[in-house]
C-alpha cells in the first residue's frame, strides 16, 4: 500500500485533542498530527484532515527555546533588505485608516533578510 494513502487512512480513526500550554501561561488547543491549533469541538484539522477525538485530551508544555528557520526565494536585482513596497513577504495593512506595508515577520524597522 502507498504510504501517503496509507497515511490518510489513519487520519480517519480519530487522534486525541492535545492542549499546549505556552511558557506565558496560555492554553489553546492542537491537531495532534501537525500541533496547529483547533476549536473546541471540532471533528477535523482543518490543517491536515486528521479525525479529531476529544474524550481523553492529552497535555503538553510547549518546548522551550526556539529555532531558526530559513527561507529561501526570489526577489528582484533593485531590491535591499528594508524596501517592504518590494518584499514578497510583506502585505498591506490598515494602521489609523492609512494603507501601509507590513512585514509577517515583525521586522519591518530591523529586516533580517540577508541576499546572496
Not at 492609512?98 to 530591523?110: G, W
Request: aromatic share 6%.
Amino acid at each position: 500500500m502507498q504510504d501517503s494513502l496509507r497515511s490518510e487512512l489513519i487520519k480517519q480513526f480519530p487522534a486525541e485533542v492535545v492542549e499546549v500550554t505556552e511558557k506565558n501561561g496560555k492554553k489553546y488547543y492542537a491537531c495532534p498530527t501537525c500541533k496547529r491549533a483547533v476549536a473546541v469541538g471540532d471533528d477535523k484539522c482543518s490543517g491536515c484532515g486528521q479525525s479529531l477525538g476529544w474524550d481523553n485530551i492529552r497535555k503538553e508544555e510547549m518546548a522551550n527555546g526556539s529555532k531558526t528557520a530559513l527561507l529561501e526565494f526570489e526577489v528582484g536585482s533593485d531590491f535591499v533588505p528594508g524596501d517592504c513596497r518590494r518584499c514578497p513577504l510583506s502585505y498591506i495593512a490598515k494602521v489609523n485608516s492609512e494603507n501601509v506595508y507590513e512585514c509577517p515577520l515583525k521586522m519591518r524597522a530591523h529586516c533580517k533578510l540577508k541576499l546572496s
